[in-house]
């Protein structure tokens, strides 16, 4: 491994797997971690646990500030598990001379969220550092949430699923990047931040055969898809045209040489479910204002085991790969 | 409240105090969390839940180094709660450049101190910030233990209490600020950075009736006292004397003018026992290497409610309250 830590092993790609399995899961071993999932699975699969740290600039952004995202991230981790998030923690590190105005409307965002979430705030730390030691504001939210729907994991993916998606991709991506260089959009470009609380519910409730749900965020939908063919050991077939993207994220992506598919996205997830299930899944997800672009991307096949292949309406086939490198534009 | 955040907003002190309670609590307010407690109390009782994030400039120091402090600090929290440490999140931030060597020594340190309480880490997170962003590396570990013990709480001491604590103070507080200053003592001090765990299961296992715990950190003894003072409503009547100072705190403390009830301890903690069981709860303490000099510290009267009262050996009273200011030595 590299003697440095580099910015492209924190952001979601393969040096940031790297730095995952060579140092903290070689140390941290055991059969929870092991499993990579969205959220640890505890006491005997009654609970959902899990952790992130929230880093953004700006702190404030169409569509969300750096408060929403905090409450969304974790309480996405959960549900991707089949849990309704119920406590979280909140442990802010502040710089000196930070804003008080802006922490109370960030702090606000956060009860918005987490009402909208049915969850709570249990406990806390906040600490303050010297100017120039953190910039302005991170914040770490750490959740439990109550499964409603066992046995939801990535590792048993099989050929009786189709992969969907909730809704056109990269908007958080785009729009952090264009927030950013001070681009100015004529479209009102916005992140798709949001809680994915209600969909998941509604696709339990309405009893859909889920096998895997994961939310697409650093490294977008070609992460997600990537760790799923390995961790299933299956080939995932997408047909490159059925990925659902705006015009203004395409617009972005053009002017800048991006890919939507690499994008982050902070309010958009990909789910495997059993094939007769694919339109009871999409009529579900068609009932929500964000997830009303539903569409299925691709199938699962044996043709090249723990790969990704995108397919183009010529009939051509490449490998989509986990990104590489700093994956501009960086998110966090 | 002032219009900018300070760093003794973040001191674990009077002003720390108003922010958490104008800000976080007047937003998240709910009942779990008003009860300000060391962990959350979840699961009708059965599950203790806290967060910590941790910044400490040395990253190494005698006696410990940031991941020690990681495992150790969330873990204690729990075991505050009369809870066994059981899952753990590990979230990290770390700036681009820090030294690949450097991070695998203070995971080893979180694997050694992980292995010690029998906790596991089961999910995490890792971002990479450029350079300048943070201060090398900060981690937030948020912990779920079973409580072994119910109805531990700092909101129900009463007379019928003594306080004790479990060794000498402000070892972690003086240890720090003279490594950063570059002070070369002559000693051995070290900071009394350790996981109080199986102090706690030794206690309980004796079947000592703790009313209350609390791991003395920032703010130190004083703050503890005084926020116990205030939640059960209730005048701590300390002996200055019985106060435990080893001579190289006191060293320090005398050369800088700070006060070790003040400093801050990462492996010390206040004990509020039954009266007929403070013998008991002594002897089981003096079991361990870490608090082989507990003692008793001071009884709970209703003198002045809501108020430490500090008793010297001359017979003059003043009160003990909580730091204020930017508590130096800073330790984090």
Redesign the interface.
Known sequence: ???????????GGEE?NE??SK??YK??K?D??EKSED??V?QNGELA?????F?VSPLFFPGGDIGKLAVCGTCNDLAMMGAKPK?L?????????????E??KI??S??KE?ENNGA???????????R????KI?I?T?G?GEIQKKGISSNNISEKDVILVSRDLGRHGATIFAAREGIELSSDLQSDCASLTHQVQALIEADVNITALRDATRGGVSAVLNEWAKQSNICIEVEEDALPVSQEVYGICEMLGFEAVNLANEGTFVLAVKKEDEQKALEVLHRFENSDNAVQIANVSDAYLGKVLLLSSYGTKRFLDTPTGELLPRI?
């Open positions: 491994m590299n003697k440095q830590i580099t910015l492209a092993m924190g952001n940031n730095l995952i140092i903290f140390a941290f055991n929870i971690l959220a640890a505890i646990f899990s952790t992130d740290s880093t406590y923690t909140c442990s802010v590190i502040i710089e000196e001379g930070f804003a008080t105005r922490l109370e702090v606000r956060m009860k987490l709570v705030i249990v406990s806390g730390d906040t600490k303050v550092v010297p120039g030691s953190v910039d991170f770490n750490t439990i966090c």
